[in-house]
């Protein structure tokens, strides 16, 4: 786990990559985020080739769901296949190639903080499939809370919680390292997976994991919101197959994503449970910032600060940050704690 006391920019490079497992972003020297696509690889399902990736493949998936698959490379943070994952990344270096004018040069890739050996390696190698040299890996936490502009290489502890599509991470920081890191391969799609599961079991309803991911948005949380609300959900009867529709309320739904909503506050309270006293202190005067797509689920953070009574907050940028903090490393060298 490196210093950050200052970032040095790599020079020769001007493009930093946070290969997520719902999307990807690319981050270019001087003129930031420049592409935001799903993870996504539309495959023939009669040879095998890749069609269309990203937004493309998401567009060809639409409209001709017959012959063609959903190819989804990067699975709980980790790369699944070298070779769908190298077409996604070629497919996002030739987008922005296109947008640049001249060919990018890939230098910083984004990894998760408790990524195995292993998974470090099959990020290198699809990264120099596409021509990357040597790219240079920065754990997602530490991306994200300098992305959201936290203090990470002061000696005072900084918590930072990323949940991501297939992974959270809770990570305590303090003078440019990692000090505490838990990780668990639970995230936003679970919540997708449970709501799914729940209403199979519960309501006789099948219905996709997009509109899980709806009904989640419309009235999924992970506390208490007030009133009552519903949601008219469409689906398939799981015993006559027929199309139908039901109404379901906001407090089962609440139910519904109590498991991973309880696996991620208790690797908060664990991470906190391991913290050194001199940084837990610091926390409890800071509290904890959230970032990631999953951390978007209302309620999430009343449920840890009441759970660990400390203060959360989420970050402004939470999708972004981590890219946005990636790119701290292509551009010119700056001391991160202001001094």
């Given at each position: 786990m490196s210093s950050l006391t200052r970032l040095t920019r790599l020079s020769g490079h001007d493009v930093a990559v946070d290969l997520g497992s719902a999307n990807t972003l690319v981050y270019v020297r001087g003129r930031g985020i420049v592409l935001s696509e799903p993870s996504l690889l539309a495959v023939d399902s009669r040879n095998g080739k890749v069609r269309a990736a990203g937004i493309d493949a998401r567009r060809l998936l639409e409209h001709e769901a017959g012959s063609i698959s959903a190819v989804w490379p990067i699975r709980r943070g980790a790369i699944t296949d070298d070779e769908p994952a190298e077409s996604l990344l070629r497919s996002v270096v030739?987008?922005?190639?296109?947008?640049?004018?001249?060919?990018?040069?890939?230098?910083?890739?984004?990894?998760?903080?408790?990524?195995?050996?292993?998974?470090?390696?099959?990020?290198?190698?699809?990264?120099?499939?596409?021509?990357?040299?040597?790219?240079?890996?920065?754990?997602?936490?530490?991306?994200?809370?300098?992305?959201?502009?936290?203090?990470?290489?002061?000696?005072?502890?900084?918590?930072?919680?990323?949940?991501?599509?297939?992974?959270?991470?809770?990570?305590?920081?303090?003078?440019?390292?990692?000090?505490?890191?838990?990780?668990?391969?639970?995230?936003?799609?679970?919540?997708?997976?449970?709501?799914?599961?729940?209403?199979?079991?519960?309501?006789?309803?099948?219905?996709?994991?997009?509109?899980?991911?709806?009904?989640?948005?419309?009235?999924?949380?992970?506390?208490?919101?007030?009133?009552?609300?519903?949601?008219?959900?469409?689906?398939?009867?799981?015993?006559?197959?027929?199309?139908?529709?039901?109404?379901?309320?906001?407090?089962?739904?609440?139910?519904?994503?109590?498991?991973?909503?309880?696996?991620?506050?208790?690797?908060?309270?664990?991470?906190?449970?391991?913290?050194?006293?001199?940084?837990?202190?610091?926390?409890?005067?800071r509290g904890m910032v959230l970032v990631g797509g999953g951390s978007l689920l209302r309620g999430l953070e009343q449920r840890l600060r009441e759970e660990t009574h400390l203060p959360a907050q989420l970050a402004q940028w939470p999708i972004t940050c981590v890219a946005t903090g990636s790119g701290a490393w292509l551009e010119e060298p700056k001391p991160i704690n202001g001094s």
């Open positions: 030739r987008k922005v190639h296109r947008g640049a004018g001249a060919r990018p040069r890939l230098g910083v890739v984004v990894v998760p903080g408790g990524a195995t050996a292993v998974e470090r390696q099959a990020v290198e190698r699809v990264c120099r499939s596409t021509g990357a040299e040597r790219p240079y890996l920065v754990e997602e936490p530490v991306a994200a809370a300098v992305g959201v502009g936290l203090p990470v290489a002061e000696r005072a502890g900084t918590l930072i919680v990323d949940i991501g599509a297939g992974m959270s991470e809770a990570a305590v920081l303090a003078m440019g390292e990692i000090v505490v890191l838990r990780s668990i391969r639970v995230g936003g799609d679970d919540f997708d997976e449970a709501i799914v599961r729940y209403l199979k079991r519960e309501r006789n309803l099948l219905i996709t994991q997009q509109t899980a991911e709806e009904v989640k948005r419309e009235i999924g949380s992970a506390a208490p919101i007030g009133a009552q609300q519903w949601a008219e959900v469409q689906g398939h009867d799981a015993r006559s197959a027929q199309p139908t529709t039901v109404l379901v309320g906001n407090e089962e739904i609440r139910g519904a994503l109590e498991k991973p909503v309880a696996r991620i506050v208790d690797t908060v309270k664990e991470t906190l449970a391991n913290t050194p006293p001199e940084l837990g202190s610091d926390i409890v005067d």
